[in-house]
Antibody
Framework: QVALVQSGAEMTKPGASVKVSCKAS????????INWFRQAPGQGLEWMGR????????NYAQKFLGRLTLTTDTSTTTAYMEMTSLRFDDTALYFC???????????????WGQGTLVTVSS | VLTQSPATLSLSPGERATLSCRAS???????LAWYQQKPGQAPRLLMH???SRATDVPERFRGGGSGTDFTLTISRLEPEDFAVYYC????????FGQGTKVEIK
């Protein structure tokens, strides 16, 4: 069965970086893109960016340009999200999720990781 | 920008819930999805292309609308339906509404 399993919670300091992994299984990894989202405590969902697992091409939301890097390792079917220059307001639950563009149409994120809590604290 | 209303809906089990999502511009390709999220869990996809139910979603969930106005209707609320619901414009980039909380009255 399809599963996206994320790495464990992280606690880090302002100005530092964090790297979260998302291990995919149960499907052909390079058929689907991987998106990253975050959700601050008590807040809504925010899309951060996408990576094509087939080509490595990325598409970032404007507010994360320069601080966010998405990568994949097809040999281990794992996607990574790295964010630098962390601030207190980057404290959030971070999710990965897969979507796909197929037969000239987009299909939204149908499988999600369980979420990784990143806490930025001094 | 997607604007959801109401922010909170207080209803009893068995009642009908109607959630609204309004877009500031026409949603291209009707790429409008609805998600359900419960505390501490990842979102669950309910609807795509505005009115198509995702796999294993019960028939009591119905989506509709086009252009800039969309709705999610839950015909008869079950206890497990009390949650937060988000609409999402998806595709090359993605945005979410701020969510509607369906709570037990």
């Amino acid at each position: 069965q399809v599963a996206l399993v994320q790495s464990g919670a992280e606690m880090t300091k302002p100005g530092a970086s964090v790297k979260v992994s998302c291990k995919a299984s149960g499907y052909t990894f390079t058929t689907y893109d991987i998106n990253w989202f975050r959700q601050a405590p008590g807040q809504g969902l925010e899309w951060m960016g996408r990576i094509s697992t087939n080509t490595g091409n990325t598409n970032y939301a404007q507010k994360f340009l320069g601080r966010l890097t998405l990568t994949t390792d097809t040999s281990t079917t794992t996607a990574y999200m790295e964010m630098t220059s962390l601030r207190f307001d980057d404290t959030a639950l971070y999710f990965c999720a897969r979507d796909v563009f197929i037969r000239s149409s987009w299909y939204p994120c149908d499988y999600w990781g369980q979420g990784t809590l990143v806490t930025v604290s001094s | 920008v997607l604007t959801q209303s109401p922010a909170t809906l207080s209803l009893s089990p068995g009642e009908r819930a109607t959630l609204s999502c309004r877009a500031s511009q026409s949603v291209r390709g009707t790429y409008l999805a609805w998600y359900q999220q419960k505390p501490g869990q990842a979102p669950r996809l309910l609807m795509h292309t505005a009115s198509s139910r995702a796999t294993d979603v019960p028939e009591r969930f119905r989506g509709g609308g086009s252009g800039t106005d969309f709705t999610l209707t839950i015909s008869r609320l079950e206890p497990e339906d009390f949650a937060v619901y988000y609409c999402q414009q998806y595709g090359r980039s993605q945005t979410f509404g701020q969510g509607t909380k369906v709570e037990i009255k």
